[in-house]
Nanobody, 121 residues
């Protein structure tokens, strides 16, 4: 199993920046990819950004040009740099990892506990 711990959330004014981190631990056969999701009150969880091995990156349209997903394979950490934040970016942000735990085995999804991002003046 993979354990994911997010950090970096907080309160920021509109136009500000935050960097979220998601540190992964645990033994797997293969990492397929990692992603950031968010869920605002009363709304469904949505995919914000993903990085599929080796280097395929996708963003939801609403964050393109403002958010950047990246990873450090040595630290087993994925980041989400969020710039030009807007009030509508306010949500709990979750990290997800997709892995294969044994050769030829199924894919598993593991989630972090979430970190709150609030954009408000």
């Amino acid at each position: 199993q993979v354990q994911l711990v997010e950090s970096g959330g907080g309160l920021v004014q509109p136009g500000g920046s935050l960097r979220l981190s998601c540190a992964a631990s645990g033994s797997v056969f293969r990492s397929v990819g990692m992603a950031w999701y968010r869920q605002a009150p009363g709304k469904e969880r949505e995919l914000v950004a993903s990085i599929i091995n080796p280097d395929r990156i996708n963003y939801v349209d609403s964050v393109k040009g403002r958010f950047t997903i990246s990873r450090d394979n040595v630290k087993n950490t994925v980041y989400l740099q969020m710039n030009s934040l807007k009030p509508e970016d306010t949500a709990v942000y979750y990290c997800k990892a997709v892995t294969q735990r044994v050769a030829g085995g199924p894919l598993y999804e593991d989630w972090g506990q979430g970190t709150q991002v609030t954009v408000s003046s």
